[in-house]
């Protein structure tokens, strides 16, 4: 998942695991570094309803970060 240019991946996992979520960092993915403002998920063997909750967890955490960007001046493209 491709995130705006500037998020801040270690804070947003860090608030992710706080609430029993977790995804990969999407540098892990990128040989040459990139990937910053990347994520990879994993969920194939979750059950649909856990599916659902950790997803909606991780709507609600990135909402929460590109509220903050906005308030702080930052653009959220």
Known sequence: MTLPDGTDIAT???KA??????FVPGTASFADGSGKNTMRLSYSLLAEDVQETGVRILRGIMEEHLQARASAGTKAA
């Open 12 to 14: 947003l996992l860090e």
């Open 17 to 22: 695991i706080e609430r029993n979520v977790a």
